[in-house]
């Protein structure tokens, strides 16, 4: 019985590693295509659709720009932060195992 237990606790562990790690490569894809499309558009978007005749206003351009650039900087910043909770072993991760191992202990 303990042996079993054991067993499912550790499948339950490699699912939830599982589901950790194809989060955050969906989440590192995502940012890739949409930070390359930005990227390579935001010369055509802001000169075709947002151009200084249409707009007038050079501080938006500004702004757009900004933006632009903005985006993969500070999303890159969240996309790091996921890595470490992914691939780090942080306290909240040893004191879940932990809480898991009490709880474990007190079924016996």
């Known amino acids: 019985m303990k042996n079993q237990n054991n067993e499912i606790t550790r499948l339950a562990r490699a699912k939830s590693r599982v589901n950790a790690l194809k989060g955050f490569y969906q989440h590192l894809t995502v940012y890739i295509i949409v930070n390359a499309v930005l990227l390579l558009f935001s010369g055509s978007i802001r000169f075709v659709l947002l151009s200084e005749e249409a707009l007038g206003n050079t501080d938006f351009l500004e ?5 632009v650039l903005g985006t993969p900087i500070i999303w890159g910043i969240a996309l790091g932060i996921h890595a470490l909770s992914v691939f780090c072993n942080t306290p909240f991760r040893k004191w879940e195992e932990r809480q898991i191992q009490k709880i474990l202990n007190e079924d016996k």
């Not at 702004?63 to 933006?67: G, H, L, P, T, V």
């Open 63 to 67: 702004w757009i720009n900004w933006n």
